[in-house]
């Protein structure tokens, strides 16, 4: 086995039988990738851009969990090879190519770099491996280079629009933001990676909303912090330092660098003596629930990571055994794309 072909995660699931039965009658092998069910079973890879990354992992999570869940209705053999590309696009393209000569029936994958989808859609199609991106949509004109192209994700727009709409409630709710009384929202922004959809559109859309509104606001500052805790910390400390009491409002494109910013308000005294900041995040990670329970946190944008993952799955299933999941699967879907909506959390949604 290639260095790079090394497993994360590798979900071998053999049942008692043997046999592969979709949901009792439904026809095996219909499709030129229906190798796996001639075989009972199917193989997939999924390939993460980085396991290090809380939510992309909690999606991973999610889509080995309904396997196991399929498993045990179906009663087939589901193999699925997660693997984790370290933010490093030339592995990742290592992996896809092993992946495509042992001849995997599916593959999920979370690109590391959103511009080399192009090239990896011209492999998969050559080898006639069908695909599902997740999380980093590729642009329209890539994913219509071949129609075994599909995309599962959240609308990137929808996602800011609720942080803005966190706001705008707190805002008519009465809660004194504008600490400054100025008549204008000071807010600095912590941005995911630049060229990411959820990046540009989140927080264009959460401003806009409060625009819309007839709020006014000030950007004070803005810098991307690649969605991580500890470089977001870093930021707000600077922030702080350099602003003073003017920062009224932190924005992140999500929770990890939200709960970042959290660290570095506790380490300058905050959420004492009625000396507070708000935060908004987006993800719903466990402890930006908690953040918020404990006053910490405004509020967050559920980006349903176990929904996504079932989502993932079922499609996987689909593409590689020709047969429909038995994991029910309810969402907008157009064929092409799959689009699972958010939600906003507030402490009155938690308690
Ligand atoms: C999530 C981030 C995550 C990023 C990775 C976004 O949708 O909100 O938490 O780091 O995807 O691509």
Known sequence: MRGSFKKIKSLILVSITGLLSLGGCMPLSITDTSLAS???????????????????????????????????????????????????????????????K???????????????????????????IPVVFFNREPVPQDMNKWDQVYYIGAHAAEAGEMQGQILLD?????????????GIIQYVMLEGEPGHQDSILRSYHSIKVLEDAAIKTENLAM????????????????????????????????????????EALEARGYFKDNKSIPV???????????????DKMLGTVLNNADAQGKA????????????????????????????????????EAIN
């Not at 290090?52 to 009663?75: C, G, H, K």
Request: a negative charge; charged letters at 25%.
């Open 102 to 128: 042992q001849k995997y029936d599916a593959i999920a994958i979370n690109i590391v770099d959103r511009a080399e989808s192009a090239n990896v859609i011209d492999k998969v199609k050559e080898a006639k």
């Open 223 to 262: 810098d991307t912090a690649m969605w991580q805790r500890g470089e977001a910390k870093d930021k707000i400390l600077e922030w702080i330092e350099q602003f003073e009491n003017h920062i009224e409002v932190i924005l992140s494109n999500n929770d990890e660098m939200a709960l970042g910013a959290i």
């Open 170 to 182: 707190a805002i008519t709710g009465g809660m004194k933001i504008d600490r400054n009384g100025d």
């Open 280 to 294: 908004i995040g987006v993800d719903g990670l466990t402890q930006a629930l908690q953040a918020i329970k404990d």
């Open 312 to 347: 993932i799955f079922g499609k996987l299933y689909n593409l590689s055994t020709g047969a429909q999941s038995q994991i029910v699967l309810d969402y907008e879907n157009d064929g092409k794309y799959l689009w699972i909506p958010h939600k906003i959390i507030t402490k």
């Open 38 to 100: 001639a075989k009972n079973q199917m193989r997939v890879g999924v390939v993460l851009y980085n396991a290090a990354d809380p939510f992309v992992m909690n999606i991973a999570d999610s889509i080995t969990r309904y396997a196991e869940e399929e498993q045990e209705l179906s009663q087939g053999k589901i193999i699925i090879d997660v693997l984790d590309s370290k933010n490093d696009q030339q592995l990742q393209n290592t992996q896809i190519d092993e992946l495509i």
